[in-house]
């Protein structure tokens, strides 16, 4: 997923001015350069944020994106050249970011993974200068490929896929009336609610109110209260929220005495949830990327075993696992295309289809989305439990 | 439109939201009132705690112990700031001042997410807080009961010990006249490290209420209930203890009730609009709504 | 009473004070004795304050001592100056105006640790000061100027000082409450207070006083006894000089 932080701009204004003194991160470069053997080196960048707002997604992509090149080097490359990612610090950054791809681009990378930080855009219309091409890394917005340049591609789950995924599941729920919480502040709450409502109208549903939360606000009681006093009550609650903020929602909903459903999506799956207690999260149903590692998901469990086998431990989260399939996806490209070329990647890429750890990667070449299901999680208590991937809807809206 | 249990409900949702903030409010007038500093790391101060009660909770203590444990560190912490950035620069400008704190709160925030994670990080409560009582046909959490209950009697302590108090006298000897209680005998540095002690004091009590409510912590947690606080204290008169408290639930109010009645259109500009009345009360009462004409000092 | 000139209770050294460029006494030398009231005359801008200012510790001089009871005064702050002796009823009087007049009084009284005394001692203000008593619980900005004065002195009696430092008591006053003023300065004088008392009002001061010195532009220009003061030489330094009161 991709968001960016709610900005209180006059603080954070004069916050930063003081922060230049004070930020002491430097770009650290993470790379294993291993030296090529008997071809030549494909280098992968990836000016990711690794320090800052974002580290929270990039750092899997590039554990997981690592993961798939040592392997990959291990039985020999492709076509035999070697990988190398080459993984810098953008500190979320746009500006930093922007050096850091030219820097890459400059180095002779033929393959940028995206940012989920500020700087993709950036990162996006230098690569496609460059005609190099570039993924949306873990961001999900589907305007995102649309926004980078037409070298873009998006490998992952769309948003507009989640809001189609659950209405139909909702539907599937036997709920027909809906209460929709969204949030015009960035546009993963702004158009996540448009996503839903259009797929759940599309297949029958009626969205019986609407409402406006404010991000990071830490008390939604007045929200609750209108929710609560919702005449007739809605059959479900949607809304785009994520953590911590769907922890005090949740909380104080059920305090409130609501215990309708309430679906949600991917900025979720996160540790700090549990706490929020069985009483509040019971029930509670999102989208994500993919399933944490469980039985009912072999792939992924696999994938954290032989990863725990390699490294000793855990990846930091279950989004590495995207990173795993963008680099095996990229190999399968390279294979098809029997090139390393960017021009010949880029040529392939519009027809990639790829079957990862994390799902089906079906690139649609008109949207230069990849067709790919979402998995959907449901709180069992306050544990995570995969209810697998449902499959891709067969209405999503355009993005 | 709406009905009137759903008014009672809203009622409820604003003392609980406003004795936070009142609180908040009232942290950061205290030190305003004494030093005419406005010290915005005093968010991190409700971030400390939180960070406190998630470090003990992983200690496997109770939540009574984490809740203590978290007002002390505010406390702690509070008064080390004074020491260690503030005094330093005693008698420097209030810009000078100001960023000061700024940069305070920055330093803070990267710590924060270099020593433990810029990702939240949640904070176990105990499961009561999650049960309701019905009051008619009103349903009062009991977390929103305990907030308002604390609340409320940690400002009737408050107020017994700055009236009664040689200490609380001082303090507000020392925020009318900073020298001239000097003149008499108030130590400065005493009475400006209480002033922390008690500023600090309320950020726990808050930065307690509000992790009870938010069960998560993450660097910026301490953003939201800075900017309320300084909200509240300008809506009350800076540096005016009464106007804080009565700024806190003012706003809480403000806040519950124009998110009831906006129409969903507007709701988005909810807080433009909150704003718009604070800076349009501003423009009739400078003083603030609570706030007494300052009389010029010859 | 030996007949031997007392040892000076405050001695002040030779000292400079300076605001950044602006030096405001230059080189100023006086003596307190115990159970003495010693004037401070001059014209407006003259230094007097400053004076105070500094033996009050709010000031430091750039050069130059100050001794209480044989110990170094100079370069203490205020708060310790409190405790060291010296209690000072500020020009303007500066009473804090939120807090009550017994607030007012505990106050003063906060360098102190025997809290008994205290309480008793406040009485004792009350039944000197009967208005004071009569509106103990009013805030002290809801006072008279004059009751705001004696509020002021009151505040600084508590203290238990050993020298008062009284900057121009009399400014702003009715002439009935100032005649009040110095009837009570006269009276803390017969219970053995010492006094620096710094006026506008010369006649009346040197009326009460047993010493004064006459500071002009920063510095000393004259002192000796009250008395002899208390002639005409006086009132030509003053002459030509308004009062813009
Ligand atoms: N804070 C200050 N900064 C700069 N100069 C000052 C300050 N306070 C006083 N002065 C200057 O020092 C000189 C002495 O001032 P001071 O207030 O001591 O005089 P004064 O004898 O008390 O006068 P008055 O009778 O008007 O009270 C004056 O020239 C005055 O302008
Ligand atoms: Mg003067």
New interface residues.
């Given amino acids: 997923m991709r968001r960016s932080?709610r900005i209180?701009a006059l603080?954070l204004a004069?916050?930063a001015?003081?922060?230049g003194?004070?930020?002491?991160?430097t770009g650290s470069s993470s790379a294993s350069s291993s030296e090529s053997s008997s071809g030549g080196t494909f280098l992968i960048g990836f000016p990711g944020d690794f320090?800052?707002?974002y580290?929270?997604y990039d750092e899997p992509i590039k554990e997981g994106a690592q993961f798939a090149i040592d392997q990959i080097n291990a039985s020999g490359g492709v076509l035999g050249n070697t990988l190398e990612l080459q993984a810098l610090d953008n500190r979320n950054d746009v500006a930093e970011t922007s050096k850091l791809t030219q820097q890459l681009l400059d180095q002779g990378a033929k393959w940028l993974i995206g940012t989920t930080g500020d700087g993709i855009l950036a990162e996006g219309s230098q690569a496609c200068a460059a005609n190099i091409p570039v993924s949306t890394g873990d961001g999900t917005a589907p305007t995102l490929v649309g926004d980078m340049g037409p070298c873009a591609y998006q490998l992952i789950m769309s948003d507009n896929v989640q809001g189609a995924t659950l209405a139909e599941y909702a539907i599937k729920q036997g709920y027909k009336t809906a209460y929709v919480l969204g949030?015009?502040?960035i546009p993963y709450t702004k158009n996540l609610p448009t996503y839903f409502t259009k797929a759940f109208e599309n297949a029958g549903g009626t969205v019986t109110g609407?409402?406006?939360f404010?991000i990071?606000?830490?008390?939604y009681?007045?929200?609750v209260?209108?929710i609560?006093?919702a005449d007739p009550a809605p059959d479900a609650i949607f809304t785009p929220m994520f953590?911590?903020d769907t922890?005090?929602f949740l909380?104080?909903l059920?305090?409130?005495?609501v215990t309708i459903p309430v679906l949600s999506t991917d900025g979720n799956l996160?540790?700090?949830?549990?706490?929020?207690?069985?009483?509040?999260l019971n029930g509670f149903t999102f989208t994500a990327s993919a399933c944490p590692p469980g039985p009912d998901n072999p792939k992924i469990q696999q994938f954290y075993a032989d990863y725990k086998a390699k490294y000793g431990k855990d990846p930091s989260s279950v989004i590495a696992v995207l990173g795993y399939d963008e680099i095996y996806a990229l190999k399968s490209i390279i294979e098809a295309q029997n090139s390393t070329d960017p021009q010949a990647i880029l040529a392939g890429l519009p027809n990639v289809s790829y079957d990862g750890v994390s799902g089906q990667i079906q690139m649609d070449p008109t949207t230069r989305r990849a067709k790919k299901s979402a998995w959907m999680v449901k709180m069992d208590g306050a544990s995570f439990t995969c209810l697998g991937q449902p499959g891709y809807p067969t209405f999503v809206p355009s993005a | 439109m709406?009905?009137p249990?759903?008014f009672a409900?809203?009622l409820v949702?604003a003392l609980?939201?406003g004795s936070i903030y009142a609180l908040l409010a009232l942290g950061l007038s205290m030190v305003y009132g004494v030093l005419g500093m406005l010290n915005?790391a005093f968010g991190e101060l409700v971030t400390i705690t939180a960070y406190t009660m998630l470090f003990l909770a992983n200690h496997g203590a109770p939540f009574p112990v984490m809740a203590i444990g978290g007002v002390f560190a505010a406390v702690i912490a509070s008064i080390l700031m004074e020491l260690v950035a503030f005094r330093p620069l005693r008698g420097a400008s209030f810009v000078t001042l100001l960023?000061t704190s700024?940069?305070v709160?920055?330093?803070l925030q990267?710590v924060f997410?270099?020593a433990i994670s810029?990702?939240?990080?949640?904070?176990?409560?105990p499961?009561l807080?999650?049960?309701?009582v019905r009051v008619g046909s009103v349903?009062i959490?009991?977390?929103?009961l305990i907030t308002a209950g604390v609340g409320a009697t940690a400002l009737v302590l408050l107020t017994l010990f700055m009236r009664r108090s040689r200490s609380g006298i001082a303090m507000r000897a020392a925020s009318q006249d900073f020298a001239t209680a000097r003149l008499v005998g108030v130590r400065a540095n005493r009475v400006i490290s209480l002033a922390f002690a008690i500023s600090g004091l309320l950020a726990g009590i808050a930065g307690v209420l509000?992790i009870s409510?938010?069960?998560?912590?993450?660097p910026?947690t301490g953003?939201?209930?800075?900017?309320e606080a300084f909200i509240a204290s300008v809506i009350g008169g800076l540096g005016n203890l009464r106007g804080a408290v009565a700024g806190g639930f003012f706003l809480g109010a403000l806040?519950?009730?124009l998110?009831?009645t906006l129409p969903?259109k507007i709701?988005?500009f909810?807080?433009a609009v909150a704003l718009l009345i604070v800076v349009a009360i501003l423009y009739v009462r400078p003083q603030g709504l609570f706030g007494r004409r300052v009389e010029a000092k010859v | 009473m030996t007949g031997q000139p007392p040892r000076p209770l405050l001695s002040v050294d030779e000292i400079t004070v300076a605001y950044g460029p602006v030096t405001a006494l230059h080189g100023v030398s006086l003596q307190v004795s115990e159970g003495e009231i010693v004037a401070v005359l001059g014209p407006n801008g003259a230094g007097k304050t400053t004076l105070l200012r500094t033996l009050a510790g709010a000031l430091r001089p750039r050069h130059g001592q100050i001794w209480l009871d044989g110990k170094r005064l100079d370069g203490i702050v205020p708060e310790e100056a409190v405790r060291r002796g010296i209690a000072t009823v500020p020009e303007g009087r500066l009473v804090f105006p939120g807090l009550t007049v017994e607030e007012n009084l505990q106050l003063g009284a906060i360098s102190r640790r025997d809290r008994q005394a205290i309480r008793a001692e406040i009485d004792e203000l009350f039944s000197m000061f009967p208005i004071l008593g009569e509106r103990r619980a009013q805030p002290a900005g809801t006072l008279s100027g004059g009751e705001q004065q004696q509020l002021s002195i009151g505040r600084a009696l508590m203290a238990r000082p050993r020298v008062m430092l009284l900057d121009e008591p009399s400014l702003g006053l009715a002439p009935i409450i100032v005649g009040q003023i110095f009837a009570l300065l006269r009276d803390l004088r017969g219970r053995g207070a010492t006094l620096l008392l710094v006026e506008q009002n010369v006649h009346k001061a040197l009326e009460i006083a047993d010493r004064a010195y006459v500071l002009s532009v920063g510095r000393v220009v004259t002192s000796g006894p009250a008395r002899t003061l208390a002639t005409g030489e006086l009132e030509r330094m003053y002459l030509g000089m308004s009062r813009a009161r």
């Avoid at chain 2, 959490?141 to 929103?144: E, I, R, S």
């Fill in positions: 932080w209180g603080l004069v916050f001015l003081v922060a003194a004070c930020s002491a991160n320090s800052s707002t580290a929270f949030s015009t502040e609407t409402d406006q404010k990071g606000a830490g008390d009681s007045a929200v209260t209108k609560a006093s953590v911590p922890q005090v909380r104080q059920r305090q409130a005495g996160d540790p700090s949830l549990p706490d929020a207690g069985a009483k509040a | 709406v009905s249990s759903e409900q809203q949702n609980s939201l915005f960023f700024f940069a709160a920055e330093l990267n997410r270099q810029s990702r939240p990080k949640g904070v176990p409560v499961s807080f999650d049960n309701a349903r959490g009991v977390l929103p509000w409510r938010t069960t998560a912590v993450q910026t953003f939201v209930p800075i900017l806040e519950v009730f998110q009831a969903g709701l988005p909810a807080q």
